[in-house]
């Protein structure tokens, strides 16, 4: 640890990934095409970083950004988001985190 920042140094290599899940809904699009179900998607992204609240963070803006170069004009409602260690993941344990 730094003394004066208080930041924990981490070897390079050794940074968490986190797999963040976005799934959302198109209210509009199904509006729009006449459909009585809304459907929901599910976006996934795989984030290097330090925590799952960075971790979270990164993913929200991976996913703006995504919803902007797509170029239609439906919004994407965000319903839940989960977020767990990759490491974890890939060892069959799961330790799940929801956030909204």
């Not at 199904?30 to 960075?54: K, M, N, W």
């Amino acid at each position: 640890m730094n003394r004066e920042s208080g930041i924990v140094l981490r070897p390079l290599g050794k940074t968490p990934r986190w797999e963040v899940v976005i799934t959302y809904s198109t209210p509009d699009y199904s509006e729009r095409r006449g459909l009585d179900i809304v459907r929901r998607y599910r976006a996934v992204f795989a984030v290097e970083t330090v925590s799952e609240q960075h971790a979270v963070v990164e993913a929200k803006i991976r996913f703006r950004e995504a919803a902007v170069r797509s170029g239609v004009s439906w919004a994407r409602v965000v319903e839940l988001i989960t977020c767990e260690p990759l490491e974890e993941k890939a060892k069959g344990r799961s330790t799940d985190s929801t956030l909204r």
